[in-house]
Nanobody, 124 residues
């Protein structure tokens, strides 16, 4: 599975960005998808995950109510709509995938495939 993340950039606090992650190489609808982020000097942090059908969604407490994850299985793409951005949201954001063989996971070690990351910078 190859994952290509895009949509990062520089935005002011309170602004919005939409990240996209395009998948190829395997039936997208057979994959659970997730977003993680990693700031310099910090561990990779779970952001959100969405099950293969889109019917099961999990958010980290830090982004709940501000971020929305979605997927379009016809376009092999998962999205992360980020609203009300804060400087502490600044990170490299990674999309990740795992075959939907088990429950939706929130830890990085459970994911088999990773995109290259896209940088989000939120200025105060």
């Amino acid at each position: 599975v190859q994952l290509q993340a895009s949509g990062g950039g520089l935005v002011q606090a309170g602004g919005s960005l939409r990240l996209s992650c395009a998948a190829s190489g395997r039936a997208f609808s057979s994959l659970h998808m997730a977003w993680f982020r990693q700031a310099p000097g910090k561990e990779r942090e779970f952001v959100s995950a969405i099950g293969w059908s889109g019917g099961n969604i999990v958010y980290a407490d830090s982004v709940k109510g501000r971020f929305t994850v979605s997927r379009d299985n016809a376009k092999n793409t998962v999205y992360l709509q980020m609203n009300s951005l804060k400087p502490e949201d600044s990170s490299v954001y990674y999309c990740a995938a795992v075959p939907a063989r088990s429950a939706l996971a929130t830890v990085a070690q459970e994911y088999d495939y990773w995109g290259q990351g896209t940088l989000v910078t939120v200025s105060s």
